[in-house]
C-alpha cells in the first residue's frame, strides 16, 4: 500500500487534511518546532509526503481531518497556516494506538514482534477485526478503521471506551494518542530519521477490515461491563465552583480580562509575559480554556523578552488538558499564591459570570416554507371575480334586472383574458402577466404595467396594444373592465408572490442558486425563470443566452479529450486556462469586498498556438463558449456584457484588434472594481450604470497588453496588475500538431455543458471548504513570493487561487488528470515573470520626454545660442538652424556654447509650443495635463525664469529670420538634465548634439 492508498483508505473525504514537518532548531527549547501544511486534496497531500520523504525530512500525518485552516504571524510578520487542534477537528474514520519500541519507559515493548503479540491477543479475545498494521521504523501503529466517518464529539467517547479496554488488557501504548484527535503519526512512504545514520522505512505491514461503531461501541461496552471498567465519557457537565472535574468538564465561557482580577498568579504573567518556563506554560494552560484566551496569550506573552509567537500558538494548540490547576500554580511558583484567599480548584472558574435567574424565553425555530402550490388562474379558479362568465369566444359581465330579478350577459372584450402572475421587471416596476386565449388551444402571454388599472381609458389602451379590445364604450364598460382586472390582482396578492425578473446571469446575492440563460440551478432542481430583456436581448443567434442551460457529448469523451491535449509536460500555461474556465465559477467566494475578478489575458508572440481554443475548451466545461463570447462588441457594450453576465465568465477574442490603449486601461479598471464608472449621457442625463458583477472572463489578444498599457498614461503599473497575462509562446516551444487540432475543434465546438449541474451542487454542497480553499491558496501562493510584491500582485493571486481550486475540482469531477501542485508551481512562477515584464515595461519621465523629441525631429529649430542672438546688433545677430526644418516649427533647441575672451557665453534653451505637446499626447492617447505634472515632479521642466507653471510665451524664431514664426504659448525644459536624452536628427543633417568647437566653424553649421 502506497501513501496515497493509506490515506485514502484512513482519512474522511469532508475537512482539511494537515502534513506536519519537524523542524530541527538545537537552540529551541523543545529542540525544534511543528510547521502545517493544509491539504483538501490527497492526491496533493501524497505527493507533499513523497516530496520530504525524497529531501530526508521528517514529516506526519494528521489522523483526523478539521474544520478549517487558520493562519498565525511569524515574528517577521509572515503568516502560516495552522490549526491542528482538537477543539478544530472535524471527523475521523479510525481508532488508532501508537506502541514504542526499545524504550526504557513503561509505556514501551522490547521489540515490535512484543507489541503486535500484545496487540494480538486483544484482537482475539475480543474477536476485532483486523486492524492496519503500520511499522514506523522505531514502533508500531496500529488503526482500526470504521465504515463511517464520526463526528469529534461521537468519536472522542468511543475512543475513551477503547482507550479504556487497552488499558485494562494491560497494553504499553501512547494513551494520549490514543484519545486524541488531532494527532500526528508517521506516513507510510518516509522515513524514521532519528538515527540519521540508519534511516528506518515506515511502512503498511498488514491491511486492515473495516467495521461499524456500533459494532465497536457494543463490544467495548460488552467488555467493560464483563470487568466492571467504569466508562470514561468526555464530559459535557454544568459548571460548580467547587467542581474537583477540573480536567474532564468542558467549561461555561470564561473570560481571562476577568481572571486576572482575581488570580495572582494570572495577573501577573499578564504584567511580565511570564518570567519562568513553568509558569508561562501553567498560564497559557488556562488561557487554552477561555473565550479570550488566545488572544491574550499573545498580547501578555509578547511582553516577556523571548516571546516566540510560533512557538505560544504551537503550545496552545497541543495543549490536550483541562486547565491548569491551582494546585500546578502553588507547585511551581509558592510565593506566587500567598495571601490567596479564594477557594477554587483552577483560576478558570474565576473569569466564569454566574448567569442571573431570569425567565427564559423557548427559541422558535423557523421552519423552511413551502413551496408555493401551482394554482389554477384563469375563468374557473379562484381568483376568477363573481359576475364575469367566458362564453363565445368573449367575456361577459352578468347584470340583473331590477323589475323582474333575470340576469342579462353583457359583452365586455374580446378574446377573454385574465391574469396570470404579477411580475416586478428589472427597474423595480410592477407589471401584471396576463393570457389572452386566441382559440380553444392558441393563446398569446403579454405583460401591462399595473398603474393601466387606475384608469379605463388606459387599461382599454394597454389592451388594445395586445390585441384585446373592449366591446363596450359606456362609461359603466369601462368600469367593469378594470374591476375585473383589479379583482384578480387583488386575489393574488393574498395568494401568491410576485415573480421577480432576473436581470444577470451567474449566482444570486444569497450564493445558493446559479442563473444559466433561463434555467435556475438550485441544490435539488432546475427551473425555467422569467428574464429580463437586458438578458434576453444581450445576444442574439448562436450566442443568445436564453436556451443556455444545454449540454453535449460526456465527461469521458472530454477528460480523454484534454488529457492527450494538454496533459503533458510543460503544458502547464494551457493547464491553468482550463482551469480557469472552472474557477471562474468560484470568484464570488474570494472573501475580499476589493475582489470583482479580473480576466485572463491569453495570447502568443507568434501565431497557430491555439489560444482561442483552449479559452473555448475551458469555458465549455459549464456552458458553450459561443454563449459567452464577444468579438466584435464596443468597449460600452462589453462593460453592459459584464453586467448582465454577473459571475458567469465572459469571453472576448482578438482584445486588442478592437480597442486602443486607453480604452483598454478604461476596460480592466472597470472590470476590477466590478461595475462601470458613473458618467453623463450624450444628451447630459446621468448614466444609469449596470449591476455590480464579478467575473473572471477569459480575453485573447494578437497583442501584450501589459505593453499595450505602457502608451497609455503615466501609471502603468495599477492597471498592469489587473488582468493575469500568458504568452503561451513563452512556455510552449513547438505548436500543436495538425491531428490535434482537429481534435482541439471537435472539443471545442461539440462537447459542452457537462457537468454544470453537478459543479453547481458541488459547490453549494462544500461552500465554506471552497471559501477556505480559496483563501488557503491565496495565503500559500502569496506568501511564496517576494516581500515586496505581495500588496502589488493580490488581484493576480486571487485568480490564481480560484483556479487553482478550480484545477481541483476539475480533477474530483473528473475532467482531467492535470498535476494540481505542477499547475499551482507554474502560476507562482508567472506571476513573478509578470511582475518583472511590467519593471521592464516601465516608462519613465525622461523616457516620454524623448519619445516625444524624436517623433518632433524636423519641427525644431536647433541652433547654439538663444539668449545672445539679438538681429539688432551685430555679434551672433542671426543664425540659421542647424537642422533642416520640415513642417510646422514646433519648438527651439539651443545647444548653448561657452564663453572665450572674444565670445559671449551662452547657456541654451529648450522650448516646445503646448499644441505641439497636445497634438502629440492626442496621438498616443495620453493626458496633456497629467504628462507635463509628470515632467514637472521629475524636474524636466524650468519654472525659476518667470514661469512658474513652467509655461510661458516665446518667440521660437528668435535670430532665425529664415523661419520666422509668431510667438507662441511654450514649455521650458532643463537643457542640463535633458541633453543626452534628445535624439540625433537625420543622417543627411547635423547632429542636434553639438560640441563647442563645431560651434566655432561657421561652415559647418549649414545642412
Excluded at 402550490?373 to 359581465?397: C, H, M, T
Excluded at 482537429?742 to 458541488?762: P, S, Y
Excluded at 488557503?776 to 485568480?799: G, V
Excluded at 519613465?844 to 525631429?857: G, I, K, Q, S, V
Aim: glycine share 6%; charged share 25%; with cysteine.
Amino acid at each position: 500500500m502506497d501513501t496515497k492508498e493509506f490515506l485514502e483508505t484512513l482519512l474522511p473525504e469532508e475537512g482539511v487534511k494537515f502534513v506536519a514537518r519537524w523542524f530541527d532548531i538545537p537552540s529551541h527549547p523543545r529542540k525544534g518546532i511543528f510547521m502545517h501544511k493544509p491539504f483538501h486534496d490527497l492526491d496533493e497531500m501524497a505527493d507533499n509526503i513523497k516530496w520530504h520523504a525524497s529531501k530526508g525530512n521528517t514529516v506526519y500525518h494528521a489522523c483526523s481531518t478539521f474544520k478549517e485552516v487558520k493562519f498565525i504571524k511569524t515574528k517577521t510578520g509572515k503568516e502560516v497556516p495552522a490549526g491542528r487542534t482538537k477543539d478544530n477537528a472535524l471527523a475521523a474514520r479510525a481508532l488508532w494506538v501508537d506502541f514504542d519500541v526499545g524504550k526504557e519507559a513503561s509505556h514501551s515493548y522490547d521489540s515490535k514482534k512484543q507489541a503486535v503479540e500484545a496487540l494480538g491477543v486483544m484482537v482475539k479475545e475480543l474477536a476485532l477485526p483486523i486492524p492496519m498494521v503500520v511499522d514506523s521504523g522505531n514502533g508500531i501503529h496500529a488503526y482500526f478503521l470504521l465504515e463511517e466517518t464520526l463526528a469529534r464529539n461521537e468519536w472522542d467517547t468511543l475512543a475513551m471506551d477503547f482507550r479504556a479496554v487497552c488499558d485494562n488488557f494491560g497494553l504499553k501504548y501512547d494513551p494520549s494518542r490514543s484519545s486524541d484527535m488531532a494527532s500526528i503519526l508517521r506516513p507510510p512512504g518516509t522515513f524514521n530519521l532519528k538515527n540519521p545514520d540508519n534511516p528506518k522505512p515506515v511502512v503498511v505491514k498488514r491491511q486492515g477490515v473495516r467495521a461499524s461503531a456500533d459494532f465497536y461501541r457494543g463490544v467495548f461496552n460488552a467488555y467493560m461491563d464483563a470487568h466492571d471498567i467504569a466508562p470514561q465519557p468526555v464530559k459535557y457537565a454544568g459548571f460548580d465552583l467547587n467542581s474537583d472535574l477540573i480536567s474532564n468538564v468542558e467549561y461555561p465561557p470564561s473570560s481571562a480580562a476577568i481572571i486576572i482580577e482575581h488570580c495572582q498568579q494570572m495577573r501577573a504573567f499578564s504584567e511580565t509575559g511570564g518570567e519562568s518556563e513553568p509558569v508561562w506554560y501553567a498560564a497559557l494552560g488556562v488561557l487554552k480554556h477561555c473565550a479570550d484566551g488566545e488572544q491574550m496569550a499573545h498580547e501578555w506573552g509578547s511582553k516577556y523578552d523571548g516571546y516566540d509567537q510560533e512557538e505560544t500558538q504551537l503550545k496552545l494548540d497541543q495543549w490536550d488538558y483541562g486547565p491548569s490547576t491551582c494546585d500546578k500554580f502553588r507547585d511551581i511558583n509558592s510565593a506566587g499564591c500567598d495571601g490567596c484567599e479564594r477557594n477554587c480548584k483552577s483560576p478558570i472558574q474565576l473569569g466564569y459570570t454566574m448567569p442571573e435567574n431570569v425567565e427564559h424565553t423557548p427559541l422558535v425555530v423557523e421552519m423552511d416554507e413551502t413551496p408555493q402550490e401551482d394554482l389554477a388562474v384563469g375563468p374557473g379558479s379562484q381568483f376568477w371575480p363573481e359576475g364575469y362568465r367566458v362564453a363565445n369566444g368573449r367575456i361577459d359581465k352578468a347584470t340583473v334586472n331590477m323589475e323582474d330579478g333575470t340576469i342579462n350577459f353583457v359583452p365586455l372584450a374580446a378574446p377573454p383574458f385574465w391574469v396570470l402572475s404579477e411580475v416586478k421587471n428589472e427597474t423595480g416596476d410592477f407589471l401584471l402577466h396576463m393570457r389572452a386565449e386566441v382559440t380553444a388551444d392558441k393563446h398569446h402571454d403579454f405583460d401591462i404595467p399595473t398603474s393601466c388599472t387606475s384608469s379605463a381609458d388606459k387599461l382599454k389602451a394597454a389592451l388594445a396594444a395586445n390585441r384585446v379590445f373592449s366591446l363596450n364604450g359606456s362609461a359603466k364598460a369601462g368600469f367593469e373592465l378594470m374591476s375585473l382586472v383589479q379583482q384578480q390582482s387583488l386575489a393574488m396578492q393574498r395568494k401568491r408572490d410576485e415573480i421577480n425578473t432576473f436581470t444577470q446571469m451567474g449566482w444570486n446575492v444569497d450564493k445558493n442558486a446559479f442563473l444559466l440563460g433561463d434555467g435556475l440551478i438550485s441544490d435539488k432542481t432546475v427551473t425555467t425563470v422569467r428574464v429580463g430583456s437586458s438578458i434576453a436581448n444581450i445576444n442574439k443567434g448562436e450566442h443568445a443566452l436564453i436556451g443556455a442551460k444545454q449540454s453535449k457529448g460526456t465527461i469521458d469523451e472530454y477528460r480523454a479529450g484534454v488529457n492527450h491535449l494538454y496533459n503533458r509536460d510543460g503544458y502547464q500555461a494551457y493547464q491553468y486556462v482550463l482551469a480557469t474556465g472552472l474557477g471562474a465559477y468560484l470568484s464570488p467566494f474570494v472573501n475580499n469586498d476589493e475582489w470583482h475578478g479580473i480576466p485572463l489575458s491569453v495570447y502568443s508572440s507568434r501565431s497557430g498556438y491555439g489560444k482561442t481554443t483552449a479559452a473555448a475548451i475551458g469555458l465549455n466545461v459549464m456552458c458553450k463558449n459561443t454563449k459567452s463570447r464577444s468579438s466584435d462588441s464596443t468597449l460600452r457594450a462589453f462593460k453592459k456584457m459584464l453586467s448582465v453576465y454577473g459571475s458567469l465568465p465572459v469571453f472576448y477574442d482578438e482584445l486588442t484588434d478592437k480597442i486602443n490603449a486607453a480604452e483598454a486601461k478604461d476596460l480592466l479598471y472597470n472590470w476590477s472594481t466590478g461595475q462601470e464608472r458613473a458618467g453623463l449621457n450624450p444628451d447630459g442625463s446621468i448614466r444609469v450604470r449596470g449591476e455590480a458583477w464579478c467575473n473572471m472572463g477569459i480575453v485573447t489578444t494578437n497583442k501584450s497588453v501589459l505593453y499595450k498599457l505602457t502608451e497609455t498614461n503615466n501609471d502603468p503599473e495599477a492597471t498592469q496588475v489587473r488582468v493575469l497575462e500568458i504568452d503561451l509562446s513563452e512556455y510552449v516551444s513547438n505548436k500543436p500538431e495538425k491531428v490535434d487540432q482537429k481534435l482541439a475543434t471537435h472539443l471545442a465546438t461539440n462537447v459542452f455543458g457537462i457537468v454544470t449541474d453537478r459543479v453547481v451542487r458541488t459547490i453549494l454542497k462544500n461552500k465554506d471548504q471552497i471559501e477556505e480553499q480559496i483563501e488557503s491558496e491565496f495565503h500559500d501562493i502569496t506568501n511564496k513570493l517576494p516581500e515586496d510584491c505581495a500588496t502589488m500582485s493580490r488581484f493576480l493571486c486571487y485568480h490564481a487561487a480560484c483556479t487553482v481550486v478550480g484545477a481541483k475540482l476539475g480533477k474530483k469531477l473528473g475532467l482531467w488528470d492535470f498535476s494540481v501542485a505542477e499547475i499551482r508551481n507554474f502560476i507562482i512562477q508567472h506571476i513573478q515573470h509578470q511582475l518583472a515584464k511590467i519593471t521592464e515595461y516601465r516608462v519613465t519621465p525622461e523616457d516620454r520626454f524623448a519619445a516625444m523629441m524624436a517623433e518632433l525631429n524636423g519641427k525644431i529649430i536647433v541652433t547654439y545660442r538663444y539668449d545672445t542672438l539679438d538681429s539688432r546688433k551685430r555679434a551672433h545677430s542671426v543664425e540659421d538652424s542647424l537642422v533642416r526644418i520640415n513642417g510646422n516649427i514646433a519648438g527651439r533647441y539651443a545647444i548653448g556654447c561657452s564663453g572665450t575672451k572674444d565670445e559671449v557665453a551662452d547657456s541654451g534653451r529648450l522650448y516646445v509650443s503646448v499644441s505641439a505637446i497636445n497634438e502629440w499626447c492626442k496621438n498616443h492617447e495620453l493626458n496633456p495635463a497629467e504628462i507635463r505634472r509628470e515632467w514637472m515632479k521629475a524636474g524636466l521642466v524650468e519654472t525659476q525664469r518667470g514661469a512658474p507653471a513652467g509655461e510661458k510665451l516665446v518667440k521660437l524664431s528668435k535670430g532665425v529670420p529664415a523661419h520666422a514664426v509668431p510667438p507662441a504659448r511654450c514649455v521650458e525644459f532643463v537643457v542640463s538634465k535633458l541633453r543626452d536624452r534628445i535624439s540625433d536628427v537625420k543622417a543627411d543633417v547635423r547632429p542636434i548634439k553639438q560640441s563647442h568647437d563645431q560651434s566655432q566653424n561657421p561652415e559647418s553649421a549649414t545642412a
